[in-house]
Each structure stands twice: as structure tokens, then as C-alpha cells.
């Protein structure tokens, strides 16, 4: 069998206590089932939109998915991702940029989809 001496072994290096430990991985846990519900929240509302609300609550179901899914971003960039430890400045750096672009592609799905709909109604 070949052993390697060039693999450090992490788990021995975190020079962290046991309580520390708790900590993570409560936070760990908390953040899984906040993602776990939030998920099953979503999953149940495509599923089942149609059976519990009216056509009229679309816009509404729409931006539930919306603001659902920036929420799991949020959380999987701040957690896992270790972005939430970065100081202010860093995740500004990081997420500024972002948010800009995806304002603009927000900006560009609303402007395109009304010109589409006046191209319909004026040559159709």
C-alpha cells in the first residue's frame, strides 16, 4: 500500500475546541434546515399552486419563488461559502457587482417582454 506524505490531514489541524465544534456545526444544521424548508416550501407551492389559489395569484406565486430563491443564495453564499465571515467591505467587493448585473438582466427581461407584447398587439 502506498502512503503519501505530502497529504495534510485537516481535520487534525483546526486548532478549535470542542464547544467551537458545537458551534459550527449547530450552524451548519441551521442552516441546512432553513434551506430544507425553504426548498420543500417551493416545491410544494409549484406542485400545488394550481389546486389552492386562482389564476390571479400567479404574479404573486412568481415573486414568492423570487425572493425564495435569493433567500437560499443568500444563505449559501453567506454559510458555505464562507462569505459571511469577510468583512464588510469584501462581500461589497464580491456582491455589488452581482446585484448590478442582475438588476440589469431584470431590467432587460421587463423592457424585451413589453416590446414583445406591443410587437403582438400592433402586427398581429
Do not use: C
Request: no cysteine.
Amino acid at each position: 500500500m502506498l502512503v503519501r506524505d505530502d497529504v495534510i490531514e485537516y481535520s487534525l489541524d483546526a486548532h478549535h475546541s470542542e464547544e467551537e465544534g458545537r458551534k459550527i456545526r449547530r450552524k451548519i444544521w441551521l442552516v441546512t434546515l432553513l434551506l430544507s424548508v425553504v426548498t420543500t416550501v417551493e416545491v410544494t407551492l409549484g406542485a400545488y399552486w394550481k389546486d389552492w389559489f386562482d389564476h390571479s395569484a400567479w404574479n404573486t406565486i412568481k415573486w414568492t419563488y423570487v425572493v425564495l430563491t435569493l433567500v437560499k443564495a443568500t444563505y449559501i453564499v453567506m454559510s458555505f461559502m464562507h462569505l459571511g465571515d469577510e468583512r464588510r467591505n469584501i462581500r461589497a467587493i464580491i456582491l455589488v457587482p452581482y446585484a448590478l448585473f442582475i438588476l440589469y438582466l431584470v431590467f432587460i427581461a421587463i423592457w424585451e417582454s413589453q416590446y414583445i407584447h406591443w410587437l403582438w398587439e400592433t402586427y398581429l
